[in-house]
């Protein structure tokens, strides 16, 4: 297996980290719960909780050097090699890659016909968007083909010369767009408007609801719980200091999701459009403000898509990894081999779930009062995500020798670093995990 260099990794890790949860979700997610006091408890969250297990899952990549499931195994008390089931995560990123890949063609189809034209006014701008999503099933399987054929290409190639690579390319030029956006958002009055929305709280904005969609965003951004970053971590030099490096991609990932919030309500405070518009928000809003802004606002509008596009391919990339590096270890065969398992479950699993939004297809068809797309949502954020992280905790917190996992820590930190990490992770990381399943799956309200 080739390793990332340092540098490779923390980019590759924040190329993973950084995709549509903090372009698209953060900020529709901060407008409906109301802003300051939603991100404030969001910071909370990635400081205590999405931190600590993302250091979790990094000391279990770089000391077990393998596959999730062999990781688990080679790091826990005696070996017992029960702990391969905790390779289940694994195909949960194979889960969320097939929607991802629905939501990035639509994407994708948005670049060229931002190119073209955009909608000059809302009622439009929500029909066309209808339109893409329940109809036009033709576009929507190109657009997810041509995805799913990049993300195939770019792993095929493995983690050096494809994911390495990919990063090192598309993280800067991703940087540079945001930068430029933030620019722009920067010279309009409403800017001040978005630095107070979003940095002034409202407590009575906040409820168990809110607290557990700051949790579950947490999560979901710092991709958690599906093995990615434990598969990066297992290219990762056993040298390399593991916290410093979990930092910058927690950093960098905030950072992101707080300079994409501040360009996105810049512009929808301009035009006075509503905060609260949920996930239409980057597909019937802000199309309709560009256009009020003439030539510039298309050229806004081509490159704030192209940005999330690029965002999201780094996701993609590395929500296929984990389950290629199973396969390869496992079952003993070549890259190209499990390339091919993986990548036609995600591309046909990504088929379902377009059609089943169609109108003439498969909207009828529902599991459990869901769609087959938000059943995919469903299970994988609200179930699987969670229960790979509560898994976890309790293995790193009652079934791994205490002093191994100290003497990692404490090669590149103090003690109370690592009694506090370790306090977190037996006690308060899971309970807090466990609240939000229950929650999820309605036991609790
Ligand atoms: N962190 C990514 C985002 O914010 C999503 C992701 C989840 C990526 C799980 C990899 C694994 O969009
Ligand atoms: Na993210």
């Not at 790979?388 to 003690?415: M, N, R, S």
Request: proline share 2%; charged share 10%.
């Amino acid at each position: 297996m080739t390793r990332f260099t340092r540098i490779g990794f923390i980019l590759a890790a924040a190329g993973s980290a950084v995709g549509l949860g903090n372009i698209w979700k953060f900020p529709y997610v901060t407008g409906e719960y109301g802003g300051g006091a939603f991100v404030i408890v969001y910071l909370l969250a990635i400081l205590f909780i999405g931190l600590t297990v993302f250091i979790a899952e990094t000391v279990i990549g770089q000391n077990g050097q393998a596959d999730v499931s062999t990781s688990f195994v080679n790091l826990s008390k005696s070996k017992n090699k029960n702990w391969k089931f905790a390779g289940f995560m694994v195909f949960t990123g194979l889960i969320i890659l097939s929607f991802y890949s629905v939501v990035l063609g639509w994407i994708l189809n948005y670049v060229f016909t931002s190119f073209v034209s955009l909608p000059t006014e809302a009622k439009v701008a929500g029909a066309n968007f209808e339109k893409l999503i329940s109809n036009d099933i033709g576009s929507l399987i190109l657009y997810h083909t041509l995805i799913a054929g990049s993300v195939i290409y770019i792993v095929l190639k493995g983690i050096k010369e494809g994911i390495e690579k990919i990063n090192l390319i598309l993280m800067p030029l991703l940087g540079l767009i945001l930068f430029g956006l933030l620019l722009y958002a920067l010279t309009l009055d409403s800017f001040s408007q978005a630095i107070s929305f979003m940095f002034s709280p409202d407590w009575s904005k906040i409820n168990g609801d809110a607290l557990l969609a700051a949790l579950g965003q947490a999560f979901f951004t710092l991709s958690l719980g599906v093995g990615t970053i434990l598969t990066y971590s297992a290219s990762l030099s056993k040298k390399t200091n593991f916290i410093k490096t979990s930092i910058s991609v927690a950093v960098v990932d905030t950072s992101i999701a707080i300079i994409a919030g501040l360009i996105i309500f810049s512009f929808l405070f301009e035009a006075g459009a509503p905060s609260a518009a949920g996930p239409g928000l980057v597909f019937i809003s802000l199309p309709v403000i560009f256009s009020g802004w003439g030539l510039l606002g298309q050229v806004i509008a081509v490159s704030f898509f192209v940005a999330l596009i690029f965002a999201g391919i780094t996701s993609a990339v590395s929500m296929i990894e984990p389950s290629l590096r199973f396969f390869i270890e496992r079952f003993n065969i070549t890259r190209s081999k499990a390339t091919l398992i993986s990548g036609s479950t995600f591309y046909l699993l990504g088929i379902v779930a377009l059609l089943s939004m169609s109108k003439s297809y498969g909207a009828e068809l529902t599991f459990f009062g869901k769609n087959a797309f938000d059943l995919m949502d469903f299970m994988t954020s609200s179930i699987m995500m969670p229960l790979a992280a509560i898994l976890t905790c309790i293995f790193l917190g009652y079934f791994v020798e205490k002093q191994k996992l100290q003497d990692a820590f404490t090669q590149h930190v103090p003690l109370a670093v690592f009694n506090f990490w370790y306090f977190l992770i037996k006690f308060i990381v899971p309970i807090a995990i466990i609240i939000l399943l229950l929650n999820k799956l309605g036991v609790i309200q």
